[in-house]
């Protein structure tokens, strides 16, 4: 056995934290910044006076935000919201699964949204995608496994796409580049997971979210961002295909739906709210 004085850090705390004790010297105890931080929140000037009120408010919240789990979008600054908008999910690579896979956690926020009477839905895929990135690395993952970039790809399974079948078809066409081949993917993640979701139970009357859409009840939209252009692209399900944004100035949250303000009137995308969904609803 190594002498006290050996002892690492590590296993100081690991023998404090279980009653044990390697030496009589007292611990050192050095506060780490994180809870600095969270001692002057309070008394900072992190928040506007606008925000501040807003906090103190009642929730009422405008939009259910369904985006990845990745630390490097930052849904209140690229969709320009505040405290009170939007409620927020964040799994892994925006992956909805089929109702019949849907985690507790998962449907208790769909719960949430219906007991606010939420009417948008916005979900949010984006490049670089690390989940999509070891969907293709182990296209054919083994869920029971231990191996975290198992664990990782065997959640993109869930959306219900042919993934082994992707992953070959998107590797070739990009000459290999894992990169470039994840941002075709988590595209096709964001659609299916977006046609997944109309199955889930609607608010009120209505049996599905699907329903929800077509009585003009309800707005979704799905977005594409790109991290490093710090630019959208809006799925157009009526037609199949995504439509660049990059010419609006940023994306706006309303009670009604989530619309397009752009710079210029002739180059703004715009999604009608109540234009039928029989088309591309089944």
Known sequence: MDKPNQKKPIEKGIASFIGRKWDKRPPQVTEAPPLQSVKTANVSARFTDEEAAKMAEPHDPESFLICCVDSRFQPAKALDYGPGTALEYRPI???????????P???????FRRLKGVETIIMVCHSDCGGCQAALAVPNPDPASEDDLHTVASFIHTCGLDIPLLANGFLATEKGDVRSAGDLLAREVGVKSFYN???YKGR???????????????????LFYDLERRSFD?????????????????????????????????????VSLKKPYDGWLK
């Open 93 to 103: 690579a925006c992956v909805i699964p089929p109702v019949y896979k849907a985690e």
């Open 234 to 270: 809006l799925y157009d399900p009526h037609e199949a295909e995504w439509k660049h944004t990059a010419a609006c100035d940023w994306i706006g949250f309303r009670a009604k739906g989530a619309m397009h303000k752009c710079a210029e009137d002739t180059r703004k995308v715009a």
């Open 204 to 222: 009120d009357a209505h049996a599905t979210i699907g329903d929800e859409m077509k009585a003009g009840e309800l707005n979704v939209m799905l």
């Open 105 to 111: 956690d998962f449907k208790s926020k769909m719960a």
């Open 197 to 199: 979701l109309l199955g």
